[in-house]
């Protein structure tokens, strides 16, 4: 019953569909290495039952083989016998010869029965050497199919840690992308173009304030025009001397519009 439960297994285990098995697990890896440790076992138990079954053959051909032997070597001690007894006969010694002929069919009845030992024995041998025969092909079976299903591990895991590490580029190239508004320096790019514009409107700020001061200088610098020409005004209806500037400013303040005066 045991072999019989082991030969099941492997038989179940031969006819099972890998990628199917694969494409229905949540988690492939897991359902692998379950595999590995399922026909790893069962070949250990293969192994031992098909020694067993190796060994118990060996001794039913041993018994087969010594009963074959042994119908053979009555089989010649009764044909022995039987020349001894004819032998004897001849020369006239009955008695002898009788003896002797006895022998033989004891000889005979012997070598009957080992005979019949080691036809009894042929079909079970023949059964057992089947029994091996495909339990031997079974192992070596499942035994090429454990190498499939490492082989298929250490490529999953190998697939595995390819696409981890091509996420991982991913990401980090994502994170340095100059054209992603989103990334950390596309968001340090923001903040600088904000502080820079910030400088700049303190100094557009600056430079208004400085243009409006100096606007105030001009302003100043007119009013001070404008007194000192109506002083030389003054100064020349009083009846005094103007100078050589004051003489060439009157025409033209005389000349000047009631605005410009």
Known sequence: MAKQSIFGRIS???????????????????MLDQLVRDYTNSIADAESAIAETIGNLRLLERDHQEDVQAAAEWGNKALAASRKADELRSAGNAVEADKFDNLA??????????E???KTAEPTIASQTEVVDKLKDGLNGMKAKLEQLKSKRSELL?????????????????????????SELGRFEDKIRREEALAAGKQELAAS???????????????????????????GSSGGQLTAGQQQAQPQALNASPDQV
Not at 12 to 30: F, G, S, V, Y
Not at 210 to 222: H, P, R, S, T, Y
């Open 116 to 118: 019949n030992e080691a």
């Open 158 to 182: 190998a697939r595995a840690k390819v696409a981890e590490a091509q996420n991982k580029v991913h990401d980090a190239v994502k994170s340095i992308d100059v054209l992603d508004p989103t």
């Open 12 to 30: 179940t285990l031969m006819r099972a569909n890998i990628n199917a098995l694969l494409d229905q697990a949540e988690d492939p890896q897991k």
């Open 209 to 235: 304030t400085i243009d409006a001061q100096f606007n105030q200088l001009e302003d100043v610098g007119e009013l001070t025009e404008v007194e000192a020409r109506l002083a030389a005004l003054k100064a």
């Open 105 to 114: 069919k004891i000889a005979l009845q012997r070598q009957i029965t080992s």
